[in-house]
């Protein structure tokens, strides 16, 4: 990829437990884009947002951040990425100025009040600054761990999962912020369990479960895919070719002439399958039987979702 910020590449990590929670993982990130890492629980989204980080050592593989090994070239890879964790464990009688400021100081980088004012203004923490982080709203607290993973000026920031547990009208906030972020020009690589939520944000979407990375697809292609669902009728007679009447549908005629199928968009409110039955009719086309089909992407995300639910 001509533009990757990040690289990984052959990532594997078997916990000191003997237990595997990443296989082989290849994933390249593009610079600018919103991508959504999706999984269910234990699917080992933390541990490669963590090697990344450098918070977790890999057992095999190799990380580049924008051109920096984040082995042999550590300080520089790091100082490139900024995290956003789940839950906020900082002092809570700090203050948020002090709390934004110091996470600067731990990428080594020179103090910036100014930048640090900018990143304040720009999360509507600036009238807080001086407020101590348990005087703080939930909401408050999550964009003080924002504005912490951005004090030292990252290029690529890690949102682990930036909405669990939090309302609806704080996951929309959320999710505009994420975008103003983006047109700021930070790439941004989030995790969810949700669906929606991929869908509503992300460029592009990647599927892991039990530490394999199972699909990476844009966001739209997904999408388009996801919708598509296929009925397939067994013919009583074989067809040579498909009458006049059905032409101009979306039909493909297969097993020598005795299987039609008929695909269409499963989201529309309007399938098209009344039409197309009255069509058979009109053209004098019998069928025996007749069964529908997921997409296979659309089966992986069921079949994620049920995990999700075992959970
Ligand atoms: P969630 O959505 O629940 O946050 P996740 O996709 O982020 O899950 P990880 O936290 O990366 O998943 O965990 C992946 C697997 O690795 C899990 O089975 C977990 O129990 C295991 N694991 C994580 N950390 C450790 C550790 N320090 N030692 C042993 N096993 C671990």
Not at 163 to 182: E, F, H, P
Not at 267 to 285: D, F, M, N, P, R
Request: charged share 25%; aromatic share 6%; hydrophobic share 40%.
């Amino acid at each position: 990829m001509p533009d990757a910020v990040l690289s990984i590449a052959g990532l594997s990590k078997t916990y000191g437990t003997g237990f595997q929670a990443l296989r082989h993982v290849d994933l390249e990130i593009r610079r600018g884009e919103i991508f959504a890492l999706l999984g269910p629980n234990g699917a080992g989204k933390t541990t490669l947002i963590s090697i990344v980080c450098g918070i977790v050592n890999a057992s095999a593989g190799r990380v580049m951040v924008d051109g920096h090994d984040n082995v042999t070239d550590y300080r520089a890879a790091r100082s490139l990425v900024g995290l956003v964790p789940q839950e906020l464990t900082t002092d809570a009688f700090e203050t948020v100025w002090n709390t934004v400021s110091f996470s600067r100081g731990l990428f080594g980088k020179p103090p910036n009040p100014a930048h640090i004012e900018k990143v304040l203004r720009d999360l509507s923490l600036w009238d807080k600054r001086d407020n101590a982080l348990r005087t703080l709203s939930g909401g408050m607290k999550r964009r003080v761990l924002i504005a912490k993973a951005l004090s030292h000026e990252p290029r690529l920031l890690f949102l682990d999962e930036p909405t669990a547990g939090v309302d609806v009208t704080l996951r929309q906030d959320m999710w505009q912020l994420v975008r103003r972020l983006r047109e700021g020009g930070v790439t941004i690589v989030l995790t969810t369990h949700y669906i929606d939520e991929a869908e509503e944000m992300a460029d592009r979407i990647g599927v892991i479960r039990g530490g394999e990375i199972i699909l990476v697809e844009d966001k739209a292609e997904l999408m388009r895919k996801l919708g598509k669902k296929e009925m397939t009728l067994q013919l009583a007679q074989p067809l040579e070719a498909l009458p006049p009447a059905l032409a101009g549908l979306p039909l493909a005629l297969g097993a020598g002439g005795l299987e039609l199928t008929y695909t269409y968009d499963a989201k529309a409110e309007h399938s098209g399958i009344t039409e197309l039955l009255q069509a058979l009719e009109a053209g004098g086309v019998a069928f025996k039987d007749l069964k529908t089909r997921q997409s296979s992407l659309e089966e992986i995300f069921v079949s994620l979702v049920r995990e999700q639910e075992q959970a």
